[in-house]
Each structure stands twice: as C-alpha cells, then as structure tokens.
C-alpha cells in the first residue's frame, strides 16, 4: 500500500502524501476547481485561444488569448504532476518533479527554436531565472517576514544551490566573453555552436549528479523537516497521468499559436522582444511556483520555499537552457549559449546578489525587498526599451557575435 513520503522540492510540488483512497475523477476535479477558483476559471481562455488563431484574429489577441490560456495550464500541470509523484515512491517521485517542474518553459523554447525565434528563447531562459531568484525569492521573504521576524533555513543545501548558480553562469559567460573578445574574422558559427553544444552536454551531467545528491545521496540537506500539514491527493494514479498528458499537448499546441503571434504583437504592443521574453513569458510557467514558495514562506517552512524559488532556478539553467541548445541542434537552429552581454551581466549581478543573501542560514523582510527592487529595476529597463533603441544597443553585438547571438530581432 502506498506509505507516506517527503518529495524533494523541485517544483510546485512541495508537500504531498500518498493517499491510501482513490477519489473518483469527476470528484477530485471539482475538489480542485473548488480550492483553485481563479486559476480553474482561467481555462476558460484555453478554448478561446484556439479560436483566436483559426479564426485568425489580430495577432495581439492570439497572443494575449493564449497567454491567458497557458496560465492555467501550467498550474494544471503542476498540480497533476504534484498528485502523479505522491503515488511513488521517493525517488520516482523526485525524477517525476524533475521531468515535469518546467515543462511548460521547455514548450516555449521549444516552440520558438522551430519558428527561428532565438531571441525570444534565449530572453525567456534569461528571465524565467531572474523571476524565479529575484520576484519568487523576493516575494517570499517578504510574505514570511510579515509573520516572523527572522528566518531559518538549511545552510548547507542552500550553499549547494548557490554554487551550481555560479557553474551555469560559467557556461553561460565564457562563449560570450569569447564572441566578444575574439575578432570578427576569427569568431565562426560554428565555433560558437560547438562550444555550447559541448558544454550543454556537460550541464546536464552536472544536472543528473545534482538529481542523484539532492534525491539519494543528501536529502537531509534539502529536506523541510515538518511532516505535518500535508495536502492529500485529489487525483489518483491514473486519473493524474492522463490529465499531465492532455494538458502538456494543450500546452505545446497553444505555446506554438503564442511564438507565431510575437513578431507582429510586438509591433502591436510598441515594445521589445526583450521585455516580452524576459518579463512577460516567465509568469505563465513561474505562476504556480510563486503561490507556493510564498505559502511556504508564511508557514516559516523555508526549506521548502528556498526549494521552490532556487532549486527552479537551477533547473532552467542546468537543465531547460543546455536542453534548448541541443534542441536547437537537432531542429538545425543556431541557438547557442551566446547570450548578449549585458543580458549575462544582468544574471551575473543576481546571482551575486541571492549568493550573499543566503550566505548567513537566515532572512528576512528587508532582503526580500532588495530582491524585489533589483528584480523591478531590470523590469524597469527592458519596459523603456523601445524595439528601435533596441536594435541600436544590439547593433555592435549582431555585427560582431556569431549568428546564434542574442538579437532584438
């Protein structure tokens, strides 16, 4: 019979239990639609969105539809692959999370590295990790540090997380720093492609061994150390399964209508790609983890919640970017771990600043508002941009970098 567990947190999962009954489907949805009522009400624009694109409206509403639409989607497929993982066992449990925690990321890099869109996707990768460390993270201690002056958390793991921050920003700065500093006559394509190609294969070693440390080998160092409070199951094994696969098929369908609509919605909206990649599209995968990282926060299980915000971060740089890179390999695309400079420069600094903050074991409210300011000032400058200013600041880099560079487009 299935036995109680503690699932690593990797994802929205946080808390689960395996539960010893299985409620019938049509019961555990309205369960669902009942504790959820925003987001279940959200679906309503998954059908909206698909009318949008056949019945080919402007493309600011296909976008604006489908965004609507993936939102919801997301937190379905969080919440399904939360149930999925209860009903195995620790392990199976922790590689389910793993698999599933940024699905919706990967369908969005996915869908632009097919329609040629390397910008959105790199900007994408980019601000899904700036979300997660800096809006998530930041939220968080300020909603915790409402109710508890000071807050404890696990030293050790988090130390670990912070330095494979530190690793994948490696890989990210030294293709850059070699387009940049290398001459154009000298600096191929192809360099540059293998170079990423390479090192993305090596990240996602890195990825595997840091699943096997965070699952098997360490727990204790990742582990929330409260059992009580935990959420039972509404779906049941099969129940979930089914549910994960039709809302991942939804998802990729509707994030392909979303890439398809950007070039002219940008025109529409009179901003940049920049600010559509890196602010707009991370809420629709990040949603979900933000709820939860924020009620683990207020319940002082900050573990959990560092596991939410940081452990996601993680996962988008040791695993969704290096996964981008050698789908963009096998679709024959020229996506490449060249990101633009001052796009590096903006993680390098984020990364630096959530590396001292979790230095000392502990937090509190004031930190979360710095995060929370360096996240709206960078939110602040990509809003100002102008797709003519930005053309001018990557004009140097586009002339200068190998074509798998970061471009305004």
């Given at each position: 019979?299935?036995?109680?567990?503690?699932?690593?947190p990797?994802?929205?999962?946080?808390?689960?239990?395996?539960?010893?009954?299985?409620?019938?489907?049509?019961?555990?949805?309205?369960?669902?639609?009942?504790?959820?009522p925003?987001?279940?009400?959200?679906?309503?624009f998954?059908?909206?969105?698909?009318?949008?694109?056949?019945?080919?409206?402007?493309?600011?509403w296909?976008?604006?539809?489908t965004?609507?639409?993936?939102?919801?989607?997301a937190?379905?497929?969080?919440?399904?692959?939360?149930d999925?993982?209860?009903?195995?066992?620790?392990?199976?449990?922790?590689?389910?999370?793993?698999?599933?925690?940024?699905?919706?990321?990967?369908?969005?890099?996915?869908?632009?590295?097919?329609?040629?869109?390397?910008?959105?996707?790199?900007?994408?990768?980019?601000?899904?990790i700036?979300?997660?460390?800096?809006?998530?993270?930041?939220?968080?201690?300020?909603?915790?540090?409402?109710?508890?002056?000071?807050q404890?958390?696990?030293?050790?793991?988090?130390?670990?997380?912070?330095?494979?921050l530190?690793?994948?920003?490696?890989?990210?700065?030294?293709?850059?720093?070699?387009?940049?500093?290398?001459?154009?006559?000298?600096?191929?394509?192809?360099?540059?492609?293998?170079?990423?190609?390479?090192?993305s294969?090596?990240?996602?070693?890195?990825?595997?061994?840091?699943?096997?440390?965070?699952?098997?080998?360490?727990?204790?160092?990742?582990?929330?150390?409260?059992?009580?409070?935990?959420?039972?199951?509404?779906?049941?094994?099969?129940?979930?399964?089914?549910?994960?696969?039709?809302?991942?098929?939804?998802?990729?369908?509707?994030?392909?209508?979303l890439?398809?609509?950007?070039?002219?919605?940008v025109?529409?909206?009179?901003?940049?790609?920049?600010?559509?990649g890196?602010?707009?599209?991370p809420?629709?995968?990040?949603?979900?983890?933000?709820?939860?990282?924020?009620?683990?926060?207020?319940?002082?299980?900050?573990?959990?919640s560092?596991?939410?915000?940081?452990?996601?971060g993680?996962?988008m740089?040791?695993?969704?970017?290096?996964?981008?890179?050698?789908?963009g390999?096998?679709?024959?695309?020229?996506?490449?771990?060249?990101?633009?400079?001052?796009?590096?420069?903006?993680?390098?600094?984020?990364?630096?600043?959530?590396?001292?903050?979790?230095a000392?074991?502990?937090?509190?409210?004031?930190e979360?508002?710095?995060?929370?300011?360096?996240?709206?000032?960078?939110?602040?400058?990509?809003?100002?941009?102008?797709?003519?200013s930005?053309?001018?600041?990557?004009?140097?880099?586009?002339?200068?970098s190998?074509?798998g560079?970061?471009?305004?487009?």
């Amino acid at each position: 019979m299935p036995t109680e567990i503690e699932l690593q947190p990797l994802t929205p999962a946080v808390e689960e239990k395996a539960s010893g009954s299985t409620k019938p489907f049509l019961e555990a949805w309205s369960n669902v639609r009942r504790e959820h009522p925003i987001l279940s009400s959200l679906l309503i624009f998954v059908p909206l969105g698909f009318y949008a694109h056949h019945a080919q409206l402007a493309d600011a509403w296909i976008f604006t539809l489908t965004f609507l639409g993936i939102l919801p989607l997301a937190w379905l497929i969080g919440k399904t692959t939360e149930d999925l993982a209860s009903h195995t066992n620790q392990v199976l449990g922790g590689l389910v999370n793993a698999t599933f925690g940024n699905v919706v990321e990967m369908l969005l890099c996915c869908s632009g590295i097919i329609h040629g869109e390397i910008t959105v996707v790199q900007c994408t990768l980019l601000g899904s990790i700036l979300s997660n460390l800096l809006l998530v993270m930041g939220t968080s201690f300020v909603y915790g540090g409402y109710y508890h002056k000071r807050q404890f958390f696990n030293q050790e793991g988090a130390k670990v997380q912070s330095s494979l921050l530190l690793l994948a920003l490696l890989t990210l700065a030294l293709p850059m720093m070699y387009s940049t500093l290398s001459s154009e006559d000298t600096t191929s394509e192809k360099e540059v492609l293998s170079m990423s190609r390479q090192g993305s294969i090596l990240m996602l070693g890195v990825y595997v061994q840091y699943l096997y440390f965070q699952i098997i080998s360490h727990q204790e160092l990742f582990e929330g150390g409260d059992d009580d409070e935990e959420d039972e199951a509404d779906f049941g094994f099969w129940g979930a399964i089914s549910l994960l696969g039709v809302a991942t098929v939804v998802t990729a369908m509707l994030s392909d209508y979303l890439i398809q609509s950007i070039e002219p919605a940008v025109l529409s909206f009179g901003t940049s790609k920049e600010f559509i990649g890196i602010i707009i599209l991370p809420i629709i995968g990040n949603a979900a983890e933000h709820y939860t990282a924020i009620v683990m926060a207020g319940k002082n299980k900050m573990d959990l919640s560092l596991g939410v915000a940081v452990g996601s971060g993680c996962q988008m740089m040791l695993l969704v970017t290096p996964l981008s890179v050698l789908a963009g390999w096998f679709a024959d695309q020229p996506m490449s771990l060249n990101f633009h400079p001052f796009q590096v420069a903006v993680l390098l600094l984020s990364v630096l600043i959530v590396n001292t903050i979790l230095a000392n074991g502990e937090t509190n409210w004031l930190e979360g508002v710095m995060l929370l300011n360096a996240y709206l000032f960078i939110s602040m400058m990509y809003f100002c941009e102008t797709p003519e200013s930005a053309d001018k600041v990557y004009e140097d880099v586009r002339h200068h970098s190998a074509p798998g560079a970061v471009t305004s487009g």
